[in-house]
């Protein structure tokens, strides 16, 4: 019976079956499980037919092994024969047809890395089996993803940041004046504890990447990123920079720009500003001053919010018109309270004057720059928070570290996500 006789066939028992069904939804359900091992059945046999033909041209072959492939379409089951050479056993259908050395297909790989990292182990393996009809255990889709992530770490090393046009500074404009205002880049970092095994915690860096014509108003009281990219890792703040500026001149490249910087008040996020991008502008995340401001407001009024938002909101004033000396004279003003309040004063007052360089928000709004680093936060729940810190989670160093680099990858709205599962020919 040949192909086409078959499909018709089981065509007609199928239909059947619909007529006989009254829910559109069941109907829908019939139909996909069915083609589903009907393509199964034709995939298996087709591929059995290709690998019978490759091995009809080699001698020798000593036995003959089945082995299990997971497909789009579930599993499949080949039988290749092995041949002794060298010193071991080869199967040479495996080498000339290309199958996966892990036996898994593509399409199957990256739909059971996306679930892993989207949602737990648990429930990826059923929707893995819903979807596709692979069936595998929670540790095997969580050894895989583990695999991919770490593949996609090695595979992004292997292509260092090139070099960009230099970030527009005054002595550029100056040699250099340019007819219109430049792109505006945002580059934000932020550090996140993340559990591990054993009781112990380490802290990832992510970084996140926008152009600012990509930052949209959605509502009134909502706005969106469009366009963004994603690093993360728990490594080194030397690895997570180089990465980070990887990422940077991919989507420079050679055009004129200017980059703003915005984090808070780690001295390693200013240090990577100044190090990756001299001349960038640094902004100071305006909503974590505030919750210094917060702290002293709490104290100094224990039992009075009204006050506590009044003068809360009067020094958010003074910032936004660049007028931190003049915060700092307030906190000078307050009536002497206890000793954790005259803590949260000098912690105001630090915080200010070590990040003079970076809150003159006036001339920020006045350009009409960020000055919250509301998106770094967001960051840090998209990529870690939402996966790695679940309830009763504790990840191995490699483990998270993977899912974390997989993660920022597959969120990432740039190409990264298709260039690792669909290299373009002749790249890595």
Known sequence: MNLSTIITAQMQQLHQQMEKTESIEAAVEIFE????????????????QKIEQVEASHDGAHQRRARHYQSPLGRLTLKRRAYWQDGHWQCWADTVLGLPDDGWFRSVKELSSALGVSTDFAHATQLLERWSGVRVSERSVANH???????????EAQHPAHAVCPVLSSVIDAACPTASEPPILYIGADGIHT??????????????LFWQHEHRQ??????????????????SVESFREQL???YGHWVNQQHHQVVCLGDGAPWIWLMAELLWPGCIQVL??????????????LAWPEDEANQ??????????????????????????????????????????????????IDYHAYLERGLMIGSGVVES????????????????????????????????????SRWNDFWYPTPGHD
Not at 199 to 205: F, L
Not at 334 to 352: K, M, V, W
Not at 386 to 396: A, D, H, N, V
Request: hydrophobic residues 35%.
């Open 33 to 48: 499980d069915r083609w589903k091992a009907l393509g199964r059945e034709i995939l298996e046999s087709q591929l059995q």
């Open 145 to 155: 993803v583990e695999s991919y992530g770490n593949q996609l770490i090695e595979t």
């Open 379 to 414: 960051s840090n729940r998209r990529i870690v928070t939402q996966r790695l810190k679940q309830s009763g989670m504790f990840w191995s160093y490699q483990g998270a570290q993977a899912i974390m680099a997989l993660r920022a990858c597959y969120l990432s709205n740039s």
């Open 245 to 247: 500026n990887q990422r």
């Open 195 to 208: 559990p591990l095994k054993h009781g112990k915690t380490q802290e990832a860096k992510v970084g996140v």
């Open 309 to 358: 938002q009044l003068w809360v909101e009067t020094q958010q004033m003074q910032l936004k018109q660049s007028h931190w000396q003049a915060v700092i004279t307030e906190t000078q003003r307050l009536p002497p309270g206890s000793d954790a309040l005259q803590t949260a004063i000098e912690a105001l007052q630090r915080y200010i004057l070590n990040n003079q360089s970076r």
């Open 285 to 298: 995340d305006f909503f974590h001053l505030s919750e210094y401001v917060w702290s002293v407001a709490r």
């Open 218 to 235: 959605l509502s009134s009281s909502r706005r969106d990123i469009r366009e963004r990219d994603y690093v993360a890792t728990l490594d």
